[in-house]
């Protein structure tokens, strides 16, 4: 089993930036990779961003520019560091421990909130 802990969510005004932490723990050789996942009510869990622990990053279309996904190897922690926060990226953000194989289901972690205020 792996856990993830998300943290740094919060209520911010327009133009703010945040930067979100996932922390694992547990049986990390089961996982080959982090990503973040905002779910806005109502909504699927979409990617913004993965980075695998060989280094390999992907952002999801929707993303333009204002996000950077980070990982601290020694730490077992990836971060999403989030300028310009808009309206829009209000959301609960899911961190995501990507099993090797498709049919293997993934870990999730229980989400930190993001709010926007305009």
């Known amino acids: 089993q792996v856990q993830l802990a998300e943290s740094g969510g919060g209520s911010v005004q327009t133009g703010g930036s945040l930067r979100l932490s996932c922390t694992a723990s547990g049986r990390m050789f089961t996982i080959n990779a982090m990503g973040w996942f905002p779910q806005a009510p109502g909504k699927q869990r979409v990617l913004v961003a993965t980075?695998?622990?060989?280094?390999?990053?992907e952002y999801g279309a929707a993303v333009k520019d204002r996000f950077t996904i980070i990982r601290d190897k020694p730490k077992n922690a990836v971060y999403l560091q989030i300028n310009d926060l808009k309206p829009e990226d209000t959301c609960d953000y899911y961190c995501?421990?990507?099993?090797?194989?498709?049919?293997?289901?993934?870990?999730w972690g229980q989400g930190t909130q993001v709010t926007v205020s305009s």
């Open positions: 980075i695998t622990f060989d280094g390999a990053i």
């Open positions: 995501r421990g990507y099993r090797q194989h498709y049919y293997e289901n993934d870990y």
